[in-house]
Every structure is written in C-alpha cells, then in structure tokens.
C-alpha cells in the first residue's frame, strides 16, 4: 500500500471538502503518520473514513472529525494541552506538534500503555500519558490553554470549563447518540462563556459518566 498517496487522499478528498480550510491542519495531517498510530491489523484503514476499532470497545475519530477539531483548536503556538481520552495516542501527538506540551490521561490502562509505546516510537516526547478518569477534569496541571475531550458527555461539563486559563478553548462531544453536538467553547473574562456548535455527529460515550436524566411524561 502506498502510505503517501493514500494519506494525501484522506486530506484532500475526505478532510478538506468537510470544512477544513486551514492550511496548518492540512499539513499537521500530512506530517503526522495515522498508519503509525493504528493497530498492525488495521493498517490499510489508517486513512478510511471510518472509527477505527481500538480495545475495550473503544475507537479512533474519522480523520475529518479530527480535521475540525484542530481547526477549531486553532494552530496558534499553546503552553498546556489537556486531552481527555488518549485512545493511540495519535490525537495528542496532533495536538503536541503545537503545543509545550500535552497532558493526555486514559482510563483503560492497555491503551494509555499502547499510546506510550506509540508517542515514544514517533520520537514525540512532549506529550504525558496518566491513566485515570479525567471526565470531571485533571486538576494536577490545571489551568490548561485547551482542552480536548474525545468522547461523548450527557451533559456539559463545568468542571472543566473551570480548569481553563482565560481565554482557553474547551471542545465536547455532548448529548446522546444518535444526535451529539461537537462544540467549542471559550472561557472569557465575562461571567458567561461562549460556545458554539461546529456540527451534530456521534462518538462512543466516556466511560463511567453519568448519564443525563431521562425524561418522564
């Protein structure tokens, strides 16, 4: 399989007719190796536009969700990154190429070891992989610049609003499949944060979140 022409392929005939106009991300995308970052098995899918299986029922965004999240992120140079589900670790390695550094924390011990091994492998060493729950946030760095939350929430979350510097920028999957809402939102000096809604698609839930209350009729 030719890598290079099929990643090409991926930016430009599956990421950028989807939105991504930055040329930054584009190229973030050329240069880090998605194949380098999926299981051995799984290679040839590297650059499919499909959620690719990763253990524990967990999986990869589609390379065009990834494309939006960074272009909403922004390519401006940042001190901290938080990332909240680290899967591979190609996402915080995408996040690392502009940033001081990235804290990425996993709840399933097999993949944050996996991501290690992987980041490591890529010689990308300003990325830290913690194993725990970080859905209600990482207070030990705390307050971050961005913050990427990679699976889905009920409901949104506060608390890690609160874990932004001023001016910071939270991205969330939040509500329930099949209709999840991608959001960015910034914390400013106002009492009232500004959030907007980039598009509605649906990613795996985060392990052990509550769930929002059903409604009764």
């Known amino acids: 399989m030719n890598f290079e022409h099929a990643r090409f392929n991926m930016v430009e005939q599956q990421v950028r007719p989807w939105g991504v106009t930055d040329p930054g991300v584009r190229q973030l995308l050329m240069t880090v190796r998605r194949e380098d970052y999926v299981p051995p098995a799984l290679r040839t899918l590297a650059f499919a536009d499909i959620e690719i299986p990763l253990s524990g029922g967990q999986t990869m965004l589609k390379p065009v969700i990834e494309g939006r999240i960074l272009q909403a992120m922004g390519t401006s140079r940042v001190n901290t990154v938080l ?8 996402f915080a390695a995408l996040l690392a190429a502009n940033a001081d550094h990235v804290y990425t924390v996993e709840i399933n011990p097999e993949l944050a070891q996996l991501a290690r091994d992987n980041l490591a492998r890529n010689g990308v060493d300003n990325v830290t992989v913690e194993e725990g729950d ?7 760095q705390a307050p971050y610049d961005v913050i990427v939350v990679s699976g889905g929430l009920p409901e949104f979350p506060e608390s890690l609003l ?3 510097k001023p001016g910071g920028r939270l991205f969330t999957f939040v509500g329930s499949p099949p209709a999840m809402k991608a959001c960015v939102t910034s914390r400013t000096d106002k009492k009232a944060p500004l959030s907007h809604s980039l598009f509605e698609t649906e990613v795996p839930m985060l392990r052990h979140v509550p769930q929002a209350p ?4």
């Not at 990332?83 to 190609?90: A, I």
């Not at 059903?214 to 009729?217: G, L, P, T, W, Y």
């Open 134 to 140: 970080a859905s209600q946030g990482w207070y030990t």
């Open 214 to 217: 059903a409604f009764n009729f």
């Open 83 to 90: 990332e909240v589900g680290t899967g591979s670790g190609y």
């Open 162 to 164: 609160l874990q932004l």
